[in-house]
């Protein structure tokens, strides 16, 4: 009897409506991504949780994105992006942004685990579960959602910090949609378990991490983990999740190499300096380790973190010993060699690992950032200026670009390259300000000035745009 209820619950799960068709309706994608990006730039602006790590995020990004690929509507676009905190969370905003806490990925005992919640929050993105939270008034000002959806991101990260949010917002009943429904928590769970199948990682993780959470509410009692605060759980999900798997074939999956490469980054990043180096020296020494290279990485980093160069180089190079291939580790390696004064030494590694791994943004803002220290101005504003052909919108980019032509006394292209980096973070009028300084600027030639008034204009028109939006 008990396995005719279970699949009862399964069919019912599966029989449950597409949402996002309705959702379309009252929400378009194209306002839905605006809101998120919105809120998107206030997290990096104005958040300090924000975790401006570029190795993590392009972790993330790279795991997201080969979920989004397997997802039922992989064309929305998705971002991932850590937030420093040891809570188990991870949360969806509008247009494809979600957010990961790092105590989400040392709490996930597996690639899978992790895999498995992000497949989840992307189920709410692709369904349009956020757009139906944040409009159920089809009138609703642009201005009025803005608020609504940080008033959301806000509970959902942090539930004090939520009710200033929401007091402005106009907004009294939102309280009550903090957390998804039972029925797209359960659509939620049938599309992320879809997309995890697809993507090939381990089903069993989803249930079994969800499990653990569950278990959890019994230690917390009524302070239960974020995560289930905003995403309700009970029993009878984790059994239709337990009759999917069942369907499934068996399958052992790896975890990817960086996976604990990120996690041992994150220990070595917390807490005391001393007591990181003690802990990983305790963990390489007893053996006691999933990846022993990425044991070794993590003491690296503890005793970068110690100026210990010589200790973090011959730690890198008992990781590289057992095969470990990882852009992660040659940016150790080379940081442990400059540290050291190889600074030739150290830009060598870099050059060399970009040349193997020649999309791996972290590495490139690395290797920037040692061309800037070792005063070779012209050749970070090259690598800047090439690598920007392939991705013009990328922030950090933009910021060495600036520090080039600031250091090579080029200042209207400066403040233009500046006010280029504000105006994709939605600071349009700190853009303007930065055009006015280059407009003023001795340096600046004919074609130079006429870019900077064209630009100029367009963004001064922007901020117009802009302040009509707050009163429609």
Same mark, same amino acid.
């Given at each position: 009897?008990?396995?005719?209820?279970?699949?009862?619950?399964?069919?019912?799960?599966?029989?449950?409506?597409?949402?996002?068709?309705?959702?379309?309706?009252?929400?378009?994608?194209?306002?839905?991504?605006?809101?998120?990006?919105?809120?998107?730039?206030?997290?990096?602006?104005?958040?300090?949780?924000?975790?401006?790590?570029?190795?993590?995020?392009?972790?993330?990004?790279?795991?997201?994105?080969?979920?989004?690929?397997?997802?039922?509507?992989?064309?929305?676009?998705?971002?991932?992006?850590?937030?420093?905190?040891?809570?188990?969370?991870?949360?969806?905003?509008?247009?494809?942004?979600?957010?990961?806490?790092?105590?989400?990925?040392?709490?996930?005992?597996?690639?899978?685990?992790?895999?498995?919640?992000?497949?989840? /929050?992307?189920?709410?993105?692709?369904?349009?579960?956020?757009?139906?939270?944040?409009?159920?008034?089809?009138?609703?000002?642009?201005?009025?959602?803005?608020?609504?959806?940080?008033?959301?991101?806000?509970?959902?990260?942090?539930?004090?910090?939520?009710?200033?949010?929401?007091?402005?917002?106009?907004?009294?009943?939102?309280?009550?949609?903090?957390?998804?429904?039972?029925?797209?928590?359960?659509?939620?769970?049938?599309?992320?378990?879809?997309?995890?199948?697809?993507?090939?990682?381990?089903?069993?993780?989803?249930?079994?991490?969800?499990?653990?959470?569950?278990?959890?509410?019994?230690?917390?009692?009524?302070?239960?983990?974020?995560?289930?605060?905003?995403?309700?759980?009970?029993?009878?999900?984790?059994?239709?999740?337990?009759?999917?798997?069942?369907?499934?074939?068996?399958?052992?999956?790896?975890?990817?190499?960086?996976?604990?490469?990120?996690?041992?980054?994150?220990?070595?990043?917390?807490?005391?300096?001393?007591?990181?180096?003690?802990?990983?020296?305790?963990?390489?020494?007893?053996?006691?380790?999933?990846?022993?290279?990425?044991?070794?990485?993590?003491?690296?980093?503890?005793?970068?973190?110690?100026?210990?160069?010589?200790?973090? /180089?011959?730690?890198?190079?008992?990781?590289?010993?057992?095969?470990?291939?990882?852009?992660?580790?040659?940016?150790?390696?080379?940081?442990?060699?400059?540290?050291?004064?190889?600074?030739?030494?150290?830009?060598?590694?870099?050059?060399?690992?970009?040349?193997?791994?020649?999309?791996?943004?972290?590495?490139?803002?690395?290797?920037?950032?040692?061309?800037?220290?070792?005063?070779?101005?012209?050749?970070?504003?090259?690598?800047?200026? /090439?690598?920007?052909?392939?991705?013009?919108?990328?922030?950090?980019?933009?910021?060495?670009?600036?520090?080039?032509?600031?250091?090579?006394?080029?200042?209207?292209?400066?403040?233009?390259?500046?006010?280029?980096?504000?105006?994709?973070?939605?600071?349009?009028?700190?853009?303007?300000?930065?055009? /006015?300084?280059?407009?003023?600027?001795?340096?600046?030639?004919?074609?130079?000035?006429?870019?900077?008034?064209?630009?100029?204009?367009?963004?001064?028109?922007?901020?117009?745009?802009?302040?009509?939006?707050?009163?429609?």
């Amino acid at each position: 009897m008990a396995g005719v209820l279970a699949f009862g619950s399964l069919q019912a799960a599966n029989d449950l409506p597409e949402l996002g068709e309705a959702a379309s309706e009252e929400l378009s994608l194209a306002a839905e991504k605006r809101i998120g990006q919105q809120i998107m730039n206030d997290i990096r602006w104005r958040e300090p949780s924000y975790l401006d790590d570029p190795e993590i995020e392009g972790y993330l990004n790279q795991l997201g994105g080969r979920l989004a690929a397997a997802c039922s509507d992989p064309g929305i676009g998705f971002y991932f992006f850590p937030i420093n905190d040891p809570t188990i969370n991870a949360f969806a905003m509008p247009g494809g942004f979600i957010g990961v806490h790092t105590g989400l990925i040392l709490a996930a005992q597996s690639e899978s685990e992790l895999a498995s919640v992000l497949a989840h /929050e992307i189920a709410h993105v692709t369904q349009r579960h956020i757009a139906r939270q944040l409009q159920r008034e089809k009138q609703m000002s642009m201005a009025s959602l803005l608020v609504m959806g940080l008033a959301l991101l806000a509970a959902r990260s942090n539930t004090q910090m939520a009710s200033a949010a929401m007091a402005s917002s106009q907004a009294g009943s939102i309280q009550a949609q903090l957390s998804f429904s039972r029925q797209f928590e359960r659509e939620a769970d049938r599309m992320g378990f879809e997309t995890l199948q697809k993507a090939g990682f381990d089903v069993r993780a989803m249930s079994g991490f969800f499990q653990r959470l569950l278990r959890a509410t019994q230690v917390y009692e009524n302070n239960a983990p974020v995560y289930l605060r905003t995403h309700p759980l009970n029993v009878e999900r984790i059994s239709d999740m337990q009759n999917r798997e069942q369907r499934v074939r068996y399958k052992q999956v790896p975890d990817g190499l960086d996976f604990h490469f990120v996690r041992a980054k994150l220990r070595a990043l917390k807490g005391n300096v001393g007591d990181a180096v003690k802990d990983f020296q305790v963990l390489v020494q007893d053996r006691k380790y999933p990846s022993e290279a990425a044991s070794r990485y993590g003491l690296a980093i503890a005793l970068l973190r110690q100026r210990d160069w010589a200790g973090a /180089e011959q730690q890198v190079l008992a990781a590289k010993k057992l095969r470990a291939a990882s852009p992660m580790l040659e940016r150790a390696y080379a940081e442990s060699r400059i540290g050291q004064g190889d600074a030739i030494g150290g830009l060598k590694i870099y050059q060399e690992a970009i040349a193997r791994h020649p999309h791996n943004a972290a590495l490139v803002y690395a290797y920037g950032d040692a061309l800037i220290a070792q005063q070779r101005f012209n050749e970070s504003l090259k690598l800047a200026e /090439e690598q920007l052909r392939f991705a013009p919108r990328d922030i950090r980019l933009h910021h060495l670009l600036a520090r080039s032509y600031a250091a090579l006394g080029r200042a209207s292209q400066n403040h233009r390259i500046m006010a280029e980096s504000y105006a994709l973070q939605g600071q349009t009028l700190a853009a303007i300000e930065q055009l /006015e300084l280059a407009q003023h600027a001795p340096d600046a030639n004919f074609y130079e000035q006429s870019v900077i008034d064209a630009r100029l204009r367009e963004l001064k028109r922007r901020r117009l745009e802009e302040e009509k939006e707050k009163y429609r």
